[in-house]
C-alpha cells in the first residue's frame, strides 16, 4: 500500500471523527468559596454576640444553640457544594453522538448513540417554558440539560438540534485543511 493511500485514509478518519458539538454542563452555584467564608463568618460574628447577650442575662444554654445554629448552616452548604461536582458531558460527532453524566459521588453512567437516529424531544410548560428535554433513539429515552433553567434549556436545544443536522449532513471534504 502506498504511504500516500495511508494518509488520505487517515485524513478522512480524521474528518469523520470531527467533533461538531461539545457542552459540558454543570449544576449553578451562585456562592462561590469566597462568598461562602463571608457568609459563615457574617453568621458566626452575629450568633457568638447574640449568644453573649443571652449569656449575660444568665440563658447560657442559648449560646451553645446558636453555635449548632452555625453548625448547620455550615454543614447545609458544605453538602450543597459536594452535590455541585456533578456533570453532564455531551459530544456529537459525525458517526456518534454520547453523553456522559457523571453524579457528585462519581459514578459514571455513558450512553452513545448514532445521530441519524437520535430524536431530541421536550416538555414545556406555557408560563414556565422548557421544563425537560429527552433524547430519544430505538425505543430509549434519556433526560439531558438537567441542570439548565428554561432559557438555558432554549439555547442548548437550538445548538444540539443544528448539530444533529450537521452529523446528518455528514462529513464533509475540505482540502485546505
Same mark, same amino acid.
Given at each position: ?6 494518509? *488520505? ?5 480524521? &474528518? ?7 457542552? &459540558? ?26 449568644? &453573649? ?17 452555625? &453548625? ?16 453532564? *458531558? ?15 459521588? #462519581? ?21 414556565? #417554558?422548557? *421544563?425537560?428535554? !429527552?433524547?430519544?433513539?430505538? #425505543? ?11 432559557? *438555558?434549556?432554549?439555547?442548548? !436545544? ?11 449532513? #455528514?462529513?464533509? !471534504?475540505?482540502?485546505?485543511?
Amino acid at each position: 500500500m502506498r504511504p500516500g493511500n495511508e494518509i *488520505e485514509h487517515k485524513h478522512f478518519e480524521d &474528518l469523520r471523527e470531527q467533533q461538531i458539538f461539545s457542552a &459540558l454542563l454543570t449544576p449553578h452555584r451562585s456562592l462561590d468559596r469566597t462568598g461562602f467564608l463571608a457568609v459563615m463568618l457574617f453568621l458566626s460574628i452575629v450568633s457568638f454576640a447574640t449568644g &453573649l447577650v443571652f449569656l449575660m442575662k444568665g440563658a447560657w444554654p442559648v449560646l451553645g444553640f446558636f453555635g449548632l445554629d452555625v &453548625l448547620v448552616v455550615w454543614w447545609a452548604f458544605r453538602a450543597n457544594f459536594r452535590t455541585a461536582r456533578a456533570r453532564e *458531558e455531551i459530544t456529537v460527532t459525525t458517526s456518534e453522538l454520547r453523553v456522559r453524566r457523571v453524579s457528585h459521588r #462519581g459514578q459514571v453512567a455513558e450512553w452513545t448513540f448514532n445521530p441519524l437516529w437520535v430524536r431530541l424531544d421536550m416538555e414545556v410548560d406555557e408560563d414556565f #417554558g422548557i *421544563e425537560h428535554l !429527552y433524547l430519544i433513539s430505538r #425505543g430509549h429515552q434519556i433526560r439531558i440539560a438537567r441542570f439548565l433553567g428554561p432559557d *438555558e434549556k432554549a439555547s442548548f !436545544y437550538k445548538g444540539l438540534v443544528e448539530a444533529l443536522n450537521a452529523a446528518k449532513r #455528514g462529513p464533509t !471534504y475540505n482540502p485546505i485543511h
